[in-house]
């Protein structure tokens, strides 16, 4: 249990002399207060001279934001390839980026980026081919930072209803339009949150939400989700609750089926396990009915076929299987395999009238076509190797289309036949960057207890082992995550200038199935940290590179496993790159939906074993005086409500205060945004030119000969 002992009792500025005003290369620290707070858990007394910078709408911590951000900009701007480094990547950013096509109603649909708009245009072509914009986002404001976070269509196309984002928030507002006009309707739907949109017979749609929270929305803790049915041409304020009011629950969801005769409920309290609901829309004032009574296991309906229900469950079946049952007698007591469990991981679509197996075999894609009977009718033979996604469809359409890409080999969309199992090229982008230049090699390394931990290593051809090359080691391990190889601008960046990237399948993703991903939670987290740092030290004990050649990145949870790597070994590297984290795990579930996380993590109240152990590795609380912690730079958004930036704010402020040194600790607050959906393309690549040219400048690289000229 935690008790708050003394909450804004003393406020005291930190005195001249203090660590957090030394100057580090020229650079001298923002004086940042403490005031005096302290918790109590199960005994033990906690301090958090920093809990004032939780509170995101005081004007004290506006002014801490905008003098951390005048000192990182300081820094960075003496940085002399800086400006080439950015014009290097716009220039490699520059190209058309369309999307897999999909057809509503009378329109074939895709989202298309000229090169540099802020964000992706959704385009149309009616039965002729004629084409026109549909919804542009970069209209929705002037600086970008309002964006399209997803539109869903009635069945017929005739209707839509779209949802828009401000500032990267996780609250969305819902548009409704006529699709053929595109005139809105009706007044839009305000304070949605983790909510898809699911229509009903044109009538209206199906929406997640939770009641609006007391104090700031983008930090106050939300616990309580509620499916909605809305009813066009009715207020908000009258829809009505249809899953949510009996009992809290941090997520639910609805979907109705494609023939539109069930609604589909999920419901979880954490993001592993779900319960699992049906109610029969073909029968007025029909029951909701229960599949799955528990948060064991994960189970969600893909598709169904009359009352033949096709359900993908990791219910006795860690590396999940598709089971299928009569909606008459739903409970697992009655399912039957249809396709089942393998030695590697499972991720399905449907589209066609089939089903697409997507296996995960090593963090690499292998997909198989089923019919509805479970009958195998191919392998699909891939471009190579790497990650495809896609495959998914109605029934009646004749194409699918999928993506495929890897660490070096930008996305490509591929149009693909499920009667002829071919596959044809349907876009390729054309990348200022030379693919063939590049190569990656797949490892098997030993973490602390003997684990074998894959990792995928990319780098230039002919590359040098000496030790002596710039090194990203990039991570995640949480909430069954799997890490893939995927194309990206901005690594392709730092591959080009000389850098290696590696990516490790840590423990707590979900790379190996269930088992793979508990064995990187709560009391087995440590797992995920030594995993790391064995990938760190492989790279370094192969020569790839060493110490002062490598930096480690990770974003969110992966901002944890950085934060928590560099507390425990911070001579393991030179760079740390600590992005959006759950930084402070004493507090973590008292913000938003933060709760949510404790499958992976426990919390602080749960025992005083489970408290001991996260205070073990907590970031925040395991930063130490007079210790020469690496170089580091911490990003964040003002607008993050995911994870809240007070994590970043505090853990920077305590590496200010004790670190050892000369090794710079800066935050990189990016204003009006969030998590990182929904970002501008100019906030993007500013963020990554900003990380990369940190990143070698404090590997002692003080110069960079960059690619200027175009090889198309």
Do not use: C
Not at 361 to 384: C, H, M, V, W
Not at 429 to 452: C, I, L, M, R
Not at 578 to 586: K, Q, R, W
Request: charged residues 25%.
């Amino acid at each position: 249990m935690k008790k708050l002992v003394t909450s804004l009792a003393v406020v005291m500025a930190i005195s001249a002399n203090a660590q957090s005003q030394k100057n580090t290369k020229g650079m001298k620290y923002p004086v940042t207060k403490k005031v005096e707070t302290t918790d109590a858990y199960f005994g033990k007394t906690i301090k958090d001279p920093y809990r004032w910078l939780e509170d995101d709408r005081s004007p004290e911590t506006e002014v801490w934001v905008k003098e951390q951000n005048k000192l990182a900009d300081g820094y960075l701007n003496q940085i002399p390839y800086r400006n080439d480094l950015k014009t290097r990547l716009e220039k490699m950013w520059n190209y058309e980026k369309i999307s897999s096509p999909f057809v509503e109603g009378d329109f074939t649909y895709f989202y298309k980026n000229n090169g540099l708009q802020n964000q992706s245009v959704l385009y149309r072509k009616d039965a002729s081919g004629n084409e026109e914009v549909f919804l542009d986002p970069n209209t929705f404001s002037k600086d970008g930072t309002t964006s399209l976070a997803g539109i869903d269509f009635s069945k017929d196309g005739s209707k839509a209803a779209y949802q828009i984002s401000i500032g990267g928030s996780d609250w969305r507002e819902v548009i409704i339009i006529d699709a053929k006009t595109k005139e809105v309707l009706e007044n839009k739907l305000v304070d949605v949150k983790f909510s898809g949109i699911s229509w009903y017979k044109n009538e209206g749609f199906y929406y997640s939400s939770y009641d609006k929270p007391v104090g700031s929305e983008l930090s106050a803790k939300t616990d309580q989700h509620k499916v909605y049915y809305h009813k066009l041409g009715t207020p908000q304020k009258d829809d009505k609750v249809i899953f949510g009011l009996d009992q809290k629950r941090r997520y639910v969801g609805g979907n109705v089926t494609q023939d539109e005769r069930f609604l589909m409920i999920s419901a979880s309290n954490t993001t592993s396990g779900n319960e699992l609901y049906i109610k029969d829309l073909s029968v007025p004032e029909s029951p909701i009915v229960t599949i799955m009574d528990n948060f064991n296991s994960d189970s969600y309906v893909i598709e169904n076929v009359g009352s033949k229900l096709f359900i993908y469950t990791n219910f006795n079946a860690p590396n999940k299987k598709i089971v299928t049952v009569d909606v008459s007698k739903p409970t697992p007591d009655n399912w039957k395999d249809l396709i089942p469990e393998t030695e590697n991981t499972l991720s399905p679509t449907t589209g066609s009238g089939y089903i697409f197996a997507n296996y995960m075999k090593d963090a690499i894609s292998l997909i198989k076509q089923f019919d509805y009977n479970g009958n195998l009718i191919r392998t699909i033979e891939l471009p190579g190797v790497g990650t495809a996604f896609g495959f998914d469809g109605k029934e009646k359409d004749e194409t699918l289309y999928y993506s495929f890409s890897n660490y070096y080999t930008p996305t490509r969309i591929y149009a693909f036949s499920p009667k002829t199992g071919i596959s044809t090229v349907y876009q390729k982008p054309k990348v200022d960057f030379n693919s063939d230049d590049f190569e990656s090699k797949q490892v098997f390394y030993t973490s602390k207890d003997g684990t074998k931990i894959p990792m995928i290593i990319t780098y230039k051809k002919g590359l040098k082992l000496n030790g002596k090359n710039p090194t990203i080691l990039y991570g995640y391990g949480g909430f069954n995550v799997s890490l893939t190889p995927a194309f990206s601008i901005s690594n392709a960046l730092w591959l080009e200038n000389g850098g290696v990237y590696a990516v490790p399948n840590l423990r707590g993703g979900g790379e190996y199935g269930k088992k793979w991903h508990d064995a990187g939670t709560k009391m087995q987290k440590q797992n995920v940290f030594d995993d790391f740092i064995a990938a760190a030290e492989y790279l370094i004990a192969n020569k790839y590179t060493s110490k002062d050649f490598l930096a480690v990145r990770g974003g969110s949870n992966g901002g944890l496993l950085v934060g928590a790597v560099m507390t425990q070994r911070p001579d393991l590297m030179k760079v740390a790159l600590p992005a959006v984290g759950v930084l402070d795990m004493l507090r973590y579930h008292t913000f938003t939906a933060g709760a949510g996380w404790a499958y992976d993590y426990g919390t602080s109240e749960d025992s005083a074993e489970m408290f001991e152990y996260i205070k073990k590795y907590s970031p925040v609380h395991n930063v130490k005086n007079g210790v020469e912690y690496p170089a580091t730079l911490v990003t964040t958004g003002d607008h993050d409500d995911r994870v809240v930036p007070a994590h970043s704010f505090k853990f920077a402020s305590e590496l200010q205060e004790k670190q050892s040194g000369n090794n710079p600790t800066l935050i990189r607050i990016d204003i009006n945004a969030g998590h990182g959906a929904g970002k501008s393309v100019a906030a993007i690549i500013q963020e990554s030119v900003d990380v990369q040219a940190f990143t070698l400048f404090n590997m002692g690289i003080k110069s960079l000969t960059i690619k200027k000229k175009e090889t198309l």
